[in-house]
């Protein structure tokens, strides 16, 4: 006889029956317990999710507020100082005296330049971060990228009153990139070596093959950086304490930060180590030109 059909004194029936609601009750509540558990895991992680992005969200717009104040800040003291200058020679305050006109005009156009060169510094730092892997490049000569390098550098050295080693090994390899970022980075990091250091100094500058990299590291013996401060370098803008107290120091402070967007796009590193009062060592690699590569 089936359940339905038995009589309700049939009690082993009926308890039978209440037994199988039973159990697919608990099946049911355990179902909907594991979908509100999932649903739950789910709305948590969104949450999280969104939390995240929020996150990211403010603190990319903080960057960009920052970055913002601080182009405006690092164009506003030389625009400020042009506005001056012509000024002064508009309003006939050296009117007569030619030799102290040429003195002014000569530092609104240094001014100027040191405009010029952080807009072209700041063009390639935004197409490197857009567009890295769109870069054009191709095999490149060492020894040729090096032969503008060093006559530029020592032209700077000299007026500065350095002197730089040139220790360039004589078998460089070929390496894959864009020429003028390529010479950029290197040029930019001699540059800060130079800039950085006590007239008489010496900056020592190698290059080398090494375990299918080409090293070139830049050694000088000038103000150094402190200990605390070796983690911002790379940041946009920064400089140090040591090198804002000489104010003879001038610079934007995007040296180095361009240099390692530079080196990442073509694949390499850069390191710097370096000692207060002692002196600073940067260490470049790029990988070595493979045949695949083109």
Same mark, same amino acid.
């Given at each position: 006889m089936n359940c339905e059909e038995c009589k309700l004194t049939d009690y082993e029936c009926h308890l039978k029956r209440i037994n199988n609601w039973h159990d697919n009750f608990e099946a049911d509540i355990s179902l909907l317990i594991r979908t509100l558990k999932r649903?739950?895991?789910?709305?948590?992680?969104?949450?999280?999710?969104?939390?995240?992005?929020?996150?990211?969200?403010?603190?990319l717009t903080k960057a960009k507020t920052r970055f913002t104040f601080e182009v405006s800040h690092e164009l506003k003291a030389p625009l400020a100082s042009v506005y001056n200058i012509i000024n002064i020679i508009l309003d006939g305050?050296?009117?007569? *005296?030619?030799?102290?006109?040429?003195? =002014?005009l000569n530092r609104?156009?240094?001014?100027?330049k040191s405009i010029?060169? =952080?807009?072209?510094?700041?063009?390639?730092?935004s197409r490197l971060e857009e567009r890295a892997r769109e870069l054009e490049k191709?095999?490149? *000569?060492?020894?040729?990228? %090096?032969?503008?390098?060093?006559?530029?550098?020592?032209? %700077?050295?000299?007026?500065? *009153?350095?002197?730089?080693?040139?220790?360039?090994s004589a078998n460089c390899p070929h390496i894959y990139g864009n020429a003028q970022l390529i010479r950029r980075a290197f040029a930019n990091v001699i540059h800060n070596?130079?800039?950085?250091?006590?007239?008489?100094?010496?900056?020592?500058?190698?290059?080398?093959?090494?375990?299918?990299? %080409?090293?070139?590291?830049?050694?000088?013996?000038?103000?150094?950086?402190?200990?605390?401060?070796?983690?911002?370098?790379?940041?946009?803008? %920064?400089?140090?304490?040591?090198?804002?107290?000489d104010l003879r120091k001038e610079g934007m402070g995007l040296g180095l930060s361009l240099v390692q967007r530079i080196v990442s796009a073509h694949g390499g590193?850069?390191?710097?180590?370096?000692?207060l009062h002692k002196g600073t060592t940067a260490e470049i690699r790029f990988p070595v030109f493979q045949e695949k590569e083109k």
């Open positions: 649903l739950n895991d789910s709305s948590v992680e969104a949450t999280e999710e969104c939390s995240k992005h929020y996150k990211e969200t403010v603190e305050y050296l009117d007569g *005296n030619i030799d102290k006109q040429k003195e =002014l609104a156009r240094e001014r100027i010029t060169d =952080l807009l072209n510094d700041l063009l390639i730092f191709e095999e490149l *000569n060492i020894k040729e990228i %090096f032969s503008t390098v060093i006559e530029d550098m020592n032209e %700077f050295a000299e007026k500065s *009153n350095i002197e730089i080693d040139w220790n360039i070596s130079i800039k950085y250091s006590s007239p008489g100094d010496l900056v020592e500058v190698t290059g080398q093959e090494e375990n299918d990299l %080409f090293l070139v590291r830049v050694k000088d013996h000038g103000i150094g950086i402190k200990e605390e401060e070796l983690s911002e370098i790379f940041d946009i803008f %920064f400089r140090g304490d040591n090198s804002r107290v590193s850069i390191e710097v180590k370096s000692e």
